[in-house]
């Protein structure tokens, strides 16, 4: 069965620094999510992105998170300087049609640890 | 913001009974609901899911039934098993976000 892979599994970044978090959805997705969720709390929708751009964000992508599907196959969530609260598990998910008449399907997830 | 609430934090159940798992919700704009199973270390995996305008939605063991007049929702897992053993998310859809609950984690006794 196709999946979500997320890359890497555990990141550990200084605070202040950059980090890019990968994803390969599944291939005939066309929707591509990020959300996050800190320990023990809810998992958060963070972007929404749909044929090159932007579809919907919430209030935590500020101007420190970008998304970009570079190729055909990748889709990334930068932060550009991290923050200790940053810290959190990471998921991507994609789907082949817009919610909520297709599921979104979930990777992994990348933990996310800032010093 | 408590939109999906999931009020039971654990639940055990016996092998080949039945798991109830329950949801409320304040938004009124959810289009559609959905459930999702989470394992240890391992992403969300979908489950089922249920339409507002539809009050049940069966697929093998697992039934999800809405009462929109209560904003209420719950998953029927018939029987347990062992393999079910896992934190289960309740979801609103309205746009492209999925709005979640903190979860649920069932445990199923053998």
């Known amino acids: 069965e196709p999946e979500v892979t997320q890359t890497p599994s555990h990141q550990v970044t200084q605070m202040g620094q950059e980090v890019i978090l990968r994803c390969v959805p599944i291939s005939n997705h066309l929707y591509f999510y990020w959300y996050r969720q800190i320990l023990g709390q809810k998992v958060e929708f963070l972007v929404s992105?749909?044929?090159?751009?932007?579809?919907?964000k919430s209030e935590i992508f500020d101007d420190q998170f970008s998304v970009e599907r570079p190729d055909g196959s990748n889709f990334t969530l930068k932060i550009r300087s991290t923050k200790l609260e940053d810290s959190a598990m990471y998921f991507c998910?994609?789907?082949?049609?817009?919610?909520?008449?297709?599921?979104?399907?979930f990777g992994d997830g990348t933990r996310l640890s800032i010093l | 913001d408590q939109q999906v609430k999931q009020n039971s934090p654990s639940l055990s159940v016996q092998e080949g009974r039945i798991s109830i798992l329950n949801c409320d919700y304040t938004?009124?704009?959810?289009?559609?609901f959905l459930w999702y199973k989470k394992y240890p270390a391992e992403g969300p995996t979908f489950l089922i899911s249920?339409?507002?305008?539809?009050d049940k939605n069966e697929d093998g063991r697992f039934t999800v039934f809405l009462n929109k007049s209560a904003k209420h929702l719950s998953l029927h897992i018939v029987p347990s098993q062992p393999g079910d053993s896992a934190v289960y998310f309740c979801?609103?859809?309205?746009?492209?976000?999925?709005?979640f609950g903190k979860g649920t984690k069932l445990s199923v006794i053998p």
């Open positions: 938004n009124s704009m959810f289009d559609y």
């Open positions: 249920i339409s507002s305008i539809k």
């Open positions: 979801a609103g859809a309205g746009s492209y976000q999925l709005t």
């Open positions: 998910a994609s789907s082949e049609g817009r919610q909520p008449n297709q599921p979104q399907h």
């Open positions: 992105f749909y044929n090159n751009e932007i579809s919907e």
